[in-house]
């Protein structure tokens, strides 16, 4: 996929890829730190909380870094 306005990949991240995705070859940092992540349990995304200190962990998500969620992410801010 070519990088563009929805589409952002930089190969050259010392953290890349910072999360496990099924095709990281579409691995979209556009949204490196998630904008929904203050959302809590309204994020949409695969997270939990941890038990110790009750924050959030999204380690286990994969919304804002694949492609086809750009959309998704877009309308959730705009709610």
Known sequence: MENNHRFFSNH?????????????????CLFCYCPLYPYD????????YTKDKGTKNCTNCHLPHLPE?????????KE
């Open 41 to 48: 349990g309204k994020c949409d995304g695969n997270f939990n």
């Open 12 to 28: 050259e991240c010392k953290y890349f890829p910072c999360h496990e995705i099924p095709n990281s070859g579409d691995f979209n």
């Open 69 to 77: 969620y750009y959309d998704t992410i877009i309308l959730k801010l």
